[in-house]
């Protein structure tokens, strides 16, 4: 199964998240509370995907995203956004996320997005 890092800078969505992940099966790879520890900790846990908050603390989800493809060209990113942001989600798209997710998480989308970027 997929190898997958959560990075969300609210403890209890990347639980959430963790807890729908590790019931179906994926493998935690690691877990970072803002865009700048995704990105150190990306190359060491090499997970299979990143399930990324857009708005973050210290450095976003899309310059996050646009820094770890710009270590790993081929990494698969799937962005988390709350209601009403679009115009990043749009963003994220362009800088090469593969889909969106959107919050409050539903436990089928998640895993259908999941499902679609690694199988």
Do not use: H, W
């Not at 700048?36 to 190359?43: G, S």
């Amino acid at each position: 199964m997929a190898k997958i890092m959560i990075c969300d800078d609210a403890a209890f969505m990347r639980m959430m998240i963790k807890d729908i992940l590790t019931k179906n099966g994926y493998e935690i790879a690691a877990e970072a509370e803002n865009g700048q520890k995704a990105v150190e900790k990306y190359p060491e846990a090499k997970p299979d995907l990143v399930l990324m908050d857009i708005t973050m603390p210290e450095m976003d989800g899309i310059e996050a995203l646009k820094k770890i493809k710009a270590l790993d060209p081929g990494a698969k990113i799937i962005m988390c956004s709350a209601m009403g942001q679009q115009a990043m989600v749009i963003e994220a798209i362009q800088a090469g996320a593969k889909d969106f997710i959107v919050k409050p998480f539903q436990a089928e989308r998640v895993l259908e997005a999941v499902k679609k970027v690694v199988g």
